[in-house]
């Protein structure tokens, strides 16, 4: 019997792009395929800028471990939270951003209907179980103009996201390893924040969540 050619339909093409509001796509499993390669990745990044939990400006120390990659990084601490190029820990420069984060960034803000996103900051954060990140806006960065891109990876988190006012109600979405979000638009200031981590084991990532936020600083 001869084997016929499958067809291609356009849901084997378009990625699963769901909107959550105006200005923001949650791309399930977008970065699935290259898992291996960022979770290598991040190990290397950690062993030349290790995690560490930043103190907030009001005192407290962060649940949430941070590091960074790119020209430049976020940092917190009693004098307010800032980008710099320094890490502040090694005096050395942040780790370079590697080409499979800089393209997945720049790949999932073209599916999402942004053209060229270039980040420049790549934060990434570690959260244990009971890590939690309270909600906030990212408005350290000058060129509001430019998405922010989320990958998650390793156990579930409850994102949380309300709107420009801290008041607004807020919707809550279950990111799971795999999915990215982007962020941009109207929805770009919108607050967010993360529910406290539950128990679990991920398979390839162990007992933690991992958080890359791509970012244009300038
Ligand atoms: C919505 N990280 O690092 S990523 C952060 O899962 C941060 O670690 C969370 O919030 C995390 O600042 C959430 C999703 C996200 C990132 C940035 C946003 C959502 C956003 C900026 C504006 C609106
Ligand atoms: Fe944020």
């Known amino acids: 019997m001869p084997m016929t050619q499958p067809m291609l339909g356009l849901v084997d093409i378009l990625p699963d792009r769901e909107r959550l509001t105006d200005g923001a796509w949650l791309l399930r499993q977008f970065a699935f395929t290259n898992v291996a390669s960022l979770l290598a990745e991040i190990t290397c990044i950690a062993a030349q800028a290790p995690f560490?939990?930043?103190?907030?400006?009001?005192?407290?120390?962060?649940?949430?471990?941070?590091?960074?990659?790119?020209?430049?990084?976020?940092?917190?601490?009693?004098?307010?939270?800032?980008?710099?190029?320094?890490?502040?820990?090694?005096?050395?420069?942040?780790?370079?951003?590697?080409?499979?984060?800089?393209?997945?960034?720049?790949?999932?803000?073209r599916a999402a209907g942004f053209e060229r996103f270039k980040p420049d900051a790549c934060l990434v954060n570690r959260y244990i179980p009971g890590a939690r990140l309270t909600l906030h806006q990212d408005k350290d960065e000058a060129d509001l103009g430019a998405p922010i891109v989320s990958v998650s990876l390793g156990l579930p988190a409850v994102f949380l996201f309300g709107g420009n006012a801290r008041q607004e109600k807020q919707r809550r979405i279950l990111l799971q390893h795999g999915d990215v979000v982007v962020w941009g638009g109207p929805a770009r200031l919108y607050h967010h924040g993360v529910l406290p981590l539950k128990d679990g084991d991920h398979p390839e990532v162990g007992t933690q969540r991992l958080n890359l936020t791509f970012r244009r600083t300038h």
């Open 52 to 109: 560490r939990h930043l103190e907030t400006p009001g005192g407290f120390r962060m649940s949430v471990a941070m590091t960074n990659c790119g020209a430049l990084g976020w940092v917190s601490d009693r004098r307010g939270y800032r980008y710099t190029t320094h890490d502040p820990l090694s005096g050395r420069q942040w780790p370079s951003m590697p080409a499979v984060f800089s393209a997945i960034a720049d790949s999932a803000a």
